[in-house]
T-cell receptor, first 113, second 113 residues
């Protein structure tokens, strides 16, 4: 079975400071890893993904994520947070060849002006 | 690219009634997924279609749930004899291929009274 853990229900960060949203996963074989963002009253939007290759993945809106195989982690990062980054962030994993994407419970990011 | 469209946006029904939701994926996407999301949780996988074939169903999908994708275009999700525990946001997503990002619709919010 595959699973995702997002250990923080909420992350608060001051505008302009770096932010990190944590994610660890469990899956058989090589993972496909994703981050999605959900703004209020809007659908889930894709941010970035890791399939293979460079462990540092760059995505939309200046976000990046680092794949760490030994720690089974895929933390989301941004060097300088914006108030507009405030939203709900979901990490997701699937095994290679699997149809099923398993999501974490989500982390609410609040960027304080 | 007009995005993934879901109808209705909201549905209120009485316990025991049947409900049907519709999803129109992005036209060139042959893969379609249904997820369910409750408050404070991440989306949970329900079922997956490749073209018109339903290739995977979650154990979450009881016998009261049925999904179809005739002709490999739009999809419907029907819930028979609704229960209060069925109250949730039902999300549809589509993708071009396995491992590719999912494009989500805005969802159908079901409330069972």
């Amino acid at each position: 079975a595959q699973s995702v853990a997002q250990p923080e229900d909420q992350v608060n960060v001051a505008e302009g400071n770096p932010l990190t949203v944590k994610c660890t996963y469990s899956v058989s074989g090589n993972p496909y890893l994703f981050w999605y963002v959900q703004y209020p009253n809007r659908g889930l939007q894709f941010l970035l993904k890791y399939i293979t290759g460079d462990n540092l993945v760059k995505g939309s809106y200046g976000f990046e994520a680092e794949f760490n195989k030994s720690q089974t982690s895929f933390h989301l990062k941004k060097p300088s947070a914006l108030v507009s980054d405030s939203a709900l962030y979901f990490c997701a994993v699937s095994g290679a060849g699997s149809y099923q994407l398993t999501f974490g419970k989500g982390t609410k990011l609040s960027v304080i002006p | 690219d007009t995005g993934v469209s879901q109808n209705p946006r909201h549905k209120i029904t009485k316990r025991g009634q049947n409900v049907t939701f519709r999803c129109d994926p992005i036209s060139e996407h042959n893969r379609l997924y249904w997820y369910r999301q409750t408050l404070g949780q991440g989306p949970e996988f329900l079922t997956y279609f490749q073209n018109e074939a339903q290739l995977e169903k979650s154990r979450l999908l009881s016998d009261r749930f049925s999904a179809e994708r005739p002709k490999g275009s739009f999809s419907t999700l029907e819930i028979q004899r609704t229960e209060q525990g069925d109250s949730a946001m039902y999300l549809c997503a589509s993708s071009l291929a396995l491992g590719e990002k999912l494009f989500f619709g805005s969802g159908t919010q079901l409330s069972v009274l």
